[in-house]
Structures are given as structure tokens and as C-alpha cells.
């Protein structure tokens, strides 16, 4: 008989069906067995009685039988009749709430072994290395799938809105003949005979399309090699980015800031089951505050007594501060703080006409942690080979690039958002290593690395 | 004045309008000199005549010094009067062919250096090295940016068509610790202390997802270290996978042939214009022909008189021919093939029940080559066991992967589209460089590798 998936179950009742799923739970009541059936489509109870025959083992069988038959994880094929629950059983947390199946039958199509912690729970309660280290089965649990949910909700917004802004996707590449930005924190790769590296970020490549389609976004990888563990940095990013000609620092800001808008707007309107599994507070943005880096270490001196006025950046103890003076004052998760020292700041940055020590860059704050960062680009051929100099760089090594300013380039800038730390910011997680499906870090590639952090430099 | 974007100025007629972008080639007629100008939305004609002032640099010019002062690809920014053209100059080849601009004002925003060959051709008539060599350059021109529109085309369809199929989208990580499918062909990173490989596929962790989402894709990169040079192969390249649970060998290709059938109807509807610059032919595509490698290498023998029957793949030339018998016999640009031995495919792919020789394995070529491979998966944890031990491989390389399958795994399987071999055979392009917007292989890093490749092994 046809599959039917679970969620269309709500449009068969009184009619027999097959479904086809995961186990999810079962409860024992005495004579009769309750299962939580799981698809694509969602989540549905299934009621196992004495009459219920379980396919391929044995023709009848009791439900005393089948508890002993069917565990968490396993792979079924079940055949039953949906019917309406009694109004005293409705589940109006689940949009299959109303329904149940009354199995005639079981299969198990693959039989799973005994899980090594309860799936069953509204919650893994697991530390994150055990999440991690069974990563692979952890991402089953419906609250730890639903952030990947949130995942694809962002990635489909970015794209729809860059569409929007007449932006052209492009791909670009992740091996390069030397690094993006200099600095150490680039892995090497063994390329034929010659040493490569993994990209830093899709910067140059965008650069260099802004001439030949105007506007242009990537959603792609990026790769640091920071001998350091925190919980807001992995290995492999990924970074959602755009790049556009024929702007200026202000509309730059205007644009992202839009984008950053919608996509919470599209969250929240398309996840709102995942967000509240999460106690995800609705997000707020009202008129974004800007200020410059020396405004925002002012308010930090003014505010939370921490005087970093000479510090080159944030610290996260800032950007935390500061989103909180942001929602208080300004009633606002975002907030943008805006040029940073040009020394500070890659050689593609475009220092500031008015005061050239600090440069047209941004970062955009959100709940605590930047999820972005950009800026107006140096636009002139040869400003740019000055720069690449005085960052102590060979502008032979950036050929290519160069190639794209020296026919032609209008005033371009861009930003970069990240994927993960957006996520996690949204759903409140406290280690950007729950936002990826499989993070990359120094201590793990899936499993474990033999890593002794405290020796690394 | 506020931009009007040059395809908006068709609205214009008789108003005064500011546009900005690239000078894509200039044409001088004695007193008058005509500019094609092109922005992210098109090009249109600018007339400019001894009235035209030159900004920023004199207030009144004549054309003659015009001619001295602006050349290709300089970013300028026009003021000037939307005209009607005359009927008889009207061209029909374009969107803004109906009218023109008469430049009152010209600035000259960036100056590019004198091009190192003429873009102003309907073709970049460069050998294949020259056009890598320049390739920020190379881009500018409509025709070779046209491919990059379709490249746009086919991903934006593609994740379309999957979303219909209740696919979640995923990222999956390029950093792995081990081999995907085991073979030498893989780039080494040097991950912090430990060695780390590129992925060659998503292979794995798609299949991983499957017990997550029932139903996945993703569009990512796959790095294969071939050292060989080949119309047809890259280093880095850009792949569209699937990945579905509870599916069938049967479905699976009736899947993947309406999903190939959806993003050519969706190119063909939406990239018309690019498709005629290429003179690319219509691609049919009635019911998709399906042999196994037996038979197509039968039908070799018959039609082409090869005997190839002992081959464990098909050969180049049995590609292009197979394809060209199914235009001819079956009307179709597609054609399926199965049931390559399993001893020549990697550990995951489900031996014929049948016939354990072969396997429950796809390729579907269109218009002489490979465009998508695939197959139904081993999905029992035992049988995946054996099957990495009798390919030689550690199952402890594989702990986390072995892991999906140990916890209730449906019977699966899926596909992987290439998207530079699709675009190359949808535009009839002889390398498949020229679809990748910077292609890397062992003679390329965007600039020439110092290669001897008749040194390699």
C-alpha cells in the first residue's frame, strides 16, 4: 500500500494507512503500548494493541510481545487505521494533536542497537563533548534537529533577499595561492607539488566580481586555523556574503541592516515552533543604533566602568554590554559600531577621508556577539597596491585580485554574515558548536583529537 | 541625483536621468560618439556630442577629446535625456533597444588601464590559458558572464525542486579526517598537529543525515587530488546532492531525472537570451532511456563497433556515443545507465540482490558525458561493516559515519549532479574551465603553477 506521510494523516481519518518512520518514544500502559512515530513531515501516536500483528516475526503477537520488540530508533513500516483522539486526549502542541493510528500492523525495516542515553525527553541532557561525540545519533532529538531548521530558514532568507537587491549568486573558490588577509591562521594544503591554502573568507573573490555582475552574494566556507578554543569560533565557517558596486558606507549599512531584519523576520514567522522550543525571546529592531568604536567604549566607560578606550576592537565583554545598553536604550538586539582603526583592519579596507587612522568599517552586533563584519573598500588600483605594501604583503602575490582594479572599479564595499553565530544567537545556545551539524575545532573532526591545548602556542 | 538603473530607463522616455556603470565599447561617428554602457541590469546606448560636458575634468569637451578621455571598461557616471530612438536604429536584440541616452554630462569614476585585448566584441576570441590568465578581466564580457547566469539559473532550480521534495537543506563540513571513499586522490591538510583531508564528496555525511531529515540536500564542494589534466575534470568543483530515506533503486532514478528534467526547463524558460548567445540547441527530453552497462556496452558494440563488454565503466567515447544513439532512438538528451560492477564502486553502494556482482548504481549522461552519479545505499550496519573490510578500509575510520547506520537506518540512497559539467553541456563549452569562475587544477591557482606534467606519475 502507498506511503502516507504522517502529516497528511490529519486528512485520512477513519481510513487505514502506512506509515513508514522513526520510533521516537514508547509508553507502556499495561495492555496497551503507545509509540511516537516520526517522518519528514512530523510526529504521530500510534496505538499498539493485542490485535496488532507484527509483519516478518510473527503473525499475532501481544503487546507485552512488541515491548520487547520495538525500541527507540528503530525503523518501521506500520500499517493502521487514523482515528479522531477523544477531545480529553488532544495534543495541541502537535499539528497531528487531533489524530492517532491504531496499528494492525508492524514491520521493523531496521532494527536499532540499544541507545547509550534517553532520546525520549523534551531535552538531551547530555555535556556538549557526549552531544558531539554522538553526534551522529544526538542530532535525531527533535530540539537539536530544530536548530538546523532555524539553519535552512536563514539560508533560504539570505538568498531570497540578496535576489531581491538584484544581487547574482556566485561561487566562489576555497583554494587559494596565498592567504586573504595575510596572517598565520590559515591552514596549508599539500596541492600537487605546491602549497596552497584554504580560504580565510570569500573577500578577494567577491571583490573581483563586483566589476563583472555589480552585485553579488556567496553563501560559502571559510577556514581559520586559531590554535585557540572558545565557544564562539570553529575551524569551518559559514559565512553568508555579499559585495556591491556603485554605494558608499552609509547605504552599506542601510542595506545589511535589512538584511539582518529580514532574515530574523522570516525566523521568526517560519520557525516559530523551533523558537519557542528554545524559549527563544521574539527578537526586537526597532531603528538600529550606530556608533563609532570610540562612542561605543564611551558608553562601556560611562555605563559598565571598563575603560577600553585605547583598545583597538571590542572585547566580548563589550559587544555583550553593549547589545544591553542597545535593548535598554534603544530597544534593540542590533546595534552597529562602526570605524575601527584602519591599522587594525585588513589592507582592502578604505581608511576614512575625514580622519584616515579610523576606517569605513562596520561590525553589527546582535544579542551579545558580532554576527557581522564589513566595510567600504579601497576602490583605487593604486591606494590598493599601497596598502598590500604597508601591510607588509607582496602585491605580486595578489595578481589576480589587483587585475580587478586596474580596469575599472566603481565604489564597492560589503559584509560578511555568519551562519553559526547568528543561529546561535537566535536560539540562545551557548556554544557555537551546537549550531554546526558537524563542527570542526583543534580538538575534534567528528571524533576526538589527541590534543593537549595547554601546549599550544 | 538618485540612479536610475539602466533597464528602468526604458519608463524614462523624456526625462532626465543619472546612470551609472561600465563603458563596454565606443563606436566614434566623426561629431558624435556612441557609448554602450552597461550596469547590473543591461546596457543601453549613450549618444555624446560636442554639448556633452566631461565632469571633474572640463566643463565643456568635444567629442574628439571625449575620445581621448574615455575608454572600455571605465566606470563612469552619465547624466542625460532618455530618447526615443528612430525606427530604423532601433534594436531588437535588446531590452533598451527602443531607446538611448543623449549624454549631457559624463565622470569618469575609476580609469581603466588600456585593455590588454578588445572587449567589444559579440565573442572574447582568446585561447583557453589567455582567457585563466585574465580571467577578472575575461569575466567582464557578456558572453562569458552569461555563463555564470546560468550557473545562477541551475542552483537557484535545483534547491527549488528539492524543497518541493520535502528535502532539508544541510552544510556539511569539507574538513574530514579520513578518506571519503578511501583511493589516493585526496588533498592532505595539515590541521593543527594532526593530518586532515578535503572531502571528496558529501557522501558521508549526507548519508548521516538521513535518520535526521529523511530527505536531504546540499549544494558544496568536492576536491579530487587527480593528477592528470582532462577537458572534464577540476580540482575543486561545485556539487548538487541528494540524499533520500525510504526510497527505492527505482525511485531513486525517477527522482533524479525529474529533478535533471526541472532544472533544464527552468534554464531553458528563464536564461533564453544566454542560451541563444551560445546558439545552444533546445534539449529534449522525453522518457529518459535506461540500459544497464551490459546493454550499453551492447548497443556500443552494435551501433559503434567497439567491444568494450569487459569494461568496468564506460569509456569516454562510449559516453558520447550512447548519448548520441539516444537522440537518435529515443529523442532524449538524457540517458540513464546502471548496474556498474560492484567491485569497481565505493564500499556504500547496495550490491544487486540479484546479481551481487553488480550493483544498484546510476550515471546519467547528458549530451555525451556524466552529468550525475548515484545509488542505492548499503543500509544495514553488518553489511556496511564487511563491505569497508573488503574494501580494504578500517571501520574505525568510519566511527561516526557506522554510527547512523548502528541506530535504525531506512533503506536509502541518492545522487550528486555536477554543476560546471551541466553548465559546460548546456552551453556546448569544449572545457569544463570555462564554467568555473576561477577553476582550479594542477596547473592553476587563478595564476599558472610552475608544472612539468609529464613528470607526473
Partial sequence: MERTLILDCNDKVGEIVTIYGWIQTRRDHGKILFLDVLDRTGLIQVV????????????????????????????????????????????????????????????????????????????????????????????RHPKI????????????????????????????????????????????????????????????????????????????????????????????????????GFTSFDELMDIYESIAISMVEHVQNSSKLYLKEYGAEEIVYNKIPRLTLREAQEVILKEYGRDNKKEKDLTPQDEQDLCKWAKKKHNSDFITVTHFPTAAKPFYTMPDPKNSEYSLSYDLLFKGIEILSGSQRINDYQQLVESIKSHG???????????????????????????????????????????????????????RLNVNIKNKK
Avoid at 58 to 80: F, M, N, R, W, Y
Avoid at 161 to 175: A, D, F, R, S, Y
Avoid at 393 to 412: I, N, Q, R, T, V
Fill in 48 to 139: 499498539v494493541s493485542q490485535d496488532t500483528h507484527l509483519r516478518g516475526v510473527s503473525k499475532v503477537t501481544s503487546s507485552a510481545h512488541l515491548g520487547g520488540e520495538i525500541s527507540p530508533q528503530d525503523v518501521v513500516c506500520i500499517i493502521g487505521k487514523v482515528n479522531k483522539r477523544p477531545t480529553n486526549l488532544v495534543n495541541k502542541n502537535i499539528p497531528t494533536g487531533e489524530i492517532e493510528i491504531s496499528a494492525e500492523s508492524i514491520e521493523i525495516l531496521s532494527k536499532a542497537s540499544e541507545l547509550p542515553f534517553d532520546m525520549g525527553g523534551p531535552t538531551l541532557n547530555l555535556e556538549l563533548p557526549t552531544l558531539l561525540d554522538w553526534r551522529t545519533l544526538s542530532l
Fill in 145 to 244: 534537529k530544530a536548530i538546523f531548521k532555524v539553519q535552512e530558514a536563514l539560508l533560504s532568507s539570505f538568498r531570497q533577499v540578496c535576489q531581491k537587491l538584484g544581487c547574482t549568486e556566485v561561487v566562489v573558490p576555497t583554494i587559494a595561492a596565498s592567504s586573504t588577509e595575510g596572517g598565520a591562521e590559515v591552514f596549508r594544503i599539500e596541492y600537487f607539488e605546491h602549497k596552497a591554502f584554504l580560504t580565510q573568507s570569500p573577500q578577494l573573490y567577491k571583490q573581483m566580481l563586483v566589476p563583472v555582475f555589480e552585485r553579488v552574494f556567496t553563501i560559502t566556507k571559510a577556514y581559520r586555523a586559531e590554535p585557540s578554543v572558545t565557544t564562539r569560533h570553529l575551524a569551518e565557517v559559514t559565512q553568508m556574503d555579499c559585495e556591491f
Fill in 393 to 447: 604583503m607582496d602585491p605580486k602575490d595578489f595578481e589576480m585580485y589587483l587585475m580587478a582594479f586596474k580596469y575599472g572599479m566603481p565604489p564597492e564595499g560589503g559584509f560578511s554574515f555568519g551562519l553559526e553565530r547568528m543561529i546561535m544567537q537566535i536560539l540562545g545556545l551557548a556554544n557555537i558548536r551546537e549550531a554546526a551539524l558537524f563542527p570542526r575545532d583543534m580538538e575534534r573532526v567528528d571524533i
